[in-house]
């Protein structure tokens, strides 16, 4: 959508926005494959969102990404694929046909950035999902669609879990916060979706020892890094998928679709925005 001899550019539209790592990801595949094109953050205040996205290709923006508080508007101004319908948010824009597009990658960034770290985990039959906001939307509708049996959601408010379990259909089981230590010891994979753990927040209080000694857990925080309940799965020897995996393996998706090569997930890549993180 960009005119004359302009490379094509993506962005970031968020409120605020300025923490974001996504243009480090977006402007190292845009090195390493040879690409002219750019990606930079747009401050768009909430009242001022809905005439930006409609003149995303006037301002000579292929596509974007969309953060707080943006994505549920992202997903009633453009044309929503079943993911992001199911999610109820949006997080990347782009254009057919002349038309505004959108999805939600964190599915599959939830999803792949499992596959490359505990290939297998999809043998289970129980998942237990921790919280029940809009990534645990995208972490039960991946699940889901990747055929586990039965995932059982918990949250501090069960009516929120049973809310969102009754979305989805019988396969997703609202859970007590203070049941799960019955549901532990079946679930294959264990996910948490919530902030606790974060820097500031307080801590994820779970025990991963009544987990079966083949489970998995993965944790969406990505700061810091190594989360304290991936340490203690760790040295339970268990296997792990971190959030920052997650970061890196939802940006593909969008990068392909704006610039027309689907970029790879890379060592190289990890260590760059590891130190990053590390340096904030």
């Not at 949006?90 to 999805?103: H, I, K, V, Y």
């Not at 919280?131 to 991946?142: D, K, L, P």
Request: hydrophobic share 45%.
């Amino acid at each position: 959508m960009t005119s004359g001899n302009q490379p094509p550019a993506a962005c970031l539209i968020g409120w605020p926005a300025a923490h974001s790592r996504s243009p480090l990801i977006h402007h190292y595949w845009l090195r390493t494959l040879g690409i002219a094109g750019g990606y930079v953050i747009e401050a768009v205040p909430p009242d001022e969102f809905k005439d930006f996205i409609f003149r995303l290709s006037l301002r000579g923006f292929v596509g974007a990404n969309v953060t707080l508080p943006h994505k549920e508007r992202a997903l009633a101004l453009s044309k929503p694929d079943e993911r992001a319908r199911a999610v109820g948010a949006a997080n990347t824009l782009w254009f057919a046909d002349g038309e505004l597009c959108s999805t939600n990658t964190d599915v599959e960034g939830f999803i792949n950035n499992l596959d490359a770290s505990a290939p297998g985990w999809d043998k289970c039959e129980d998942a237990l999902v921790l919280g029940a906001g809009g990534s645990s939307r995208a972490v039960v509708f991946g699940l889901r669609e990747r055929g586990i049996k039965r995932i059982h959601l918990a949250n501090r408010t069960v009516a929120r879990a049973s809310a969102l379990a009754d979305q989805f259909g019988a396969s997703v089981l609202p859970v007590a916060w203070d049941a799960l230590g019955d549901i532990l010891p079946r679930a294959g994979l264990l996910v948490n979706t919530t902030s606790l753990g974060m820097k500031g927040q307080p801590p994820l209080e779970i025990d991963v020892g009544l987990l079966p000694a083949r489970a998995v857990v993965a944790d969406l925080v990505y700061v810091p890094l190594d989360t304290p309940l991936l340490a203690a799965a760790r040295g339970r020897g268990l296997k792990t998928a971190d959030g920052l995996g997650m970061l890196l393996h939802q940006a593909v998706r969008g990068f392909e679709l704006w610039f027309g090569r689907r970029p790879e997930v890379t060592a190289e890549l990890r260590a760059l925005v590891e130190a990053d993180l590390t340096n904030t």
